[in-house]
């Protein structure tokens, strides 16, 4: 069954570098989105992407994280300048149509030192 | 306002119990609400709601979404170890990204 893939599993950074999450959607699927949980809070969206542009974002979202979809295949979400309270668990998700269901990566647990 | 409240936040039961988790949810663009599970990493897909009344159901677990007065309910019976999780209400508004909103969830523990 095809699956959301999300590299790599664990990430340790150092406040104030970049890092970039990647994530492989279901390959027929056009709506791509970054969603993030902070230890024992809700999942909060991020930004969402279709036809190779953001259709939403969060105030979350800000000029130091941006998102990309350089190959077809691959969908990264880069964070310029981390901060300590990036720390959290990121979570890619595709979903096919309008109206469907989404489905979640396994997600990249990020930490910022 | 864009809120999913669930209820109650945590459950402990024993196994073969049944168990009904709430979520009541406030925005006026309303397209669909879903439910998803979580263990130890992503939220699983479950069910996914827009008409109300109508019962969606798989397995053990099924779902009811009542449009007039906000809310939804998870049901699941005969409650198994491997159910316990953190059971997730989304909602979806009309239009624009199809963003999910989700609530805090609901921690299940079920006991042998």
């Known amino acids: 069954e095809p699956e959301v893939t999300q590299t790599p599993s664990h990430q340790v950074t150092q406040m104030g570098q970049e890092v970039i999450l990647r994530c492989v959607p279901i390959?027929?699927?056009?709506?791509f989105y970054w969603y993030r949980q902070i230890l024992g809070q809700k999942v909060e969206f991020l930004v969402s992407?279709?036809?190779?542009?953001?259709?939403?974002k969060s105030e979350i979202f800000d000029d130091q994280f941006s998102v990309e979809r350089p190959d077809g295949s691959n969908f990264t979400l880069k964070i310029r300048s981390t901060k300590l309270e990036d720390s959290a668990m990121y979570f890619c998700?595709?979903?096919?149509?309008?109206?469907?269901?989404?489905?979640f990566g396994p997600g990249t647990r990020l930490t910022v030192t | 306002e864009d809120k999913v409240v669930q209820s109650p936040l945590s459950l402990v039961v024993h196994e073969g119990d049944t168990v009904t988790l709430n979520c009541s949810y406030e925005?006026?663009?309303?397209?669909?609400l879903l439910w998803y599970k979580q263990e130890k990493k992503a939220p699983t897909f479950l069910f996914m709601l827009?008409?109300?009344?109508i019962e969606k159901k798989s397995g053990r677990l099924s779902s009811i979404l009542d449009k007039k007065e906000l809310f939804s309910i998870l049901n699941i019976t005969a409650t198994q170890t491997g159910d316990s999780a953190v059971y997730l209400c989304?909602?979806?508004?009309?239009?624009?990204?199809?963003?999910?909103?989700f609530g805090k969830g609901t921690k299940l523990t079920v006991n042998p």
């Open positions: 925005v006026t663009n309303f397209r669909s």
């Open positions: 998700a595709s979903g096919g149509l309008a109206g469907y269901e989404q489905y």
């Open positions: 989304v909602r979806r508004a009309q239009g624009g990204s199809e963003k999910l909103v």
């Open positions: 992407f279709y036809n190779n542009e953001i259709s939403e």
């Open positions: 827009t008409s109300s009344g």
């Open positions: 390959s027929n699927h056009l709506y």
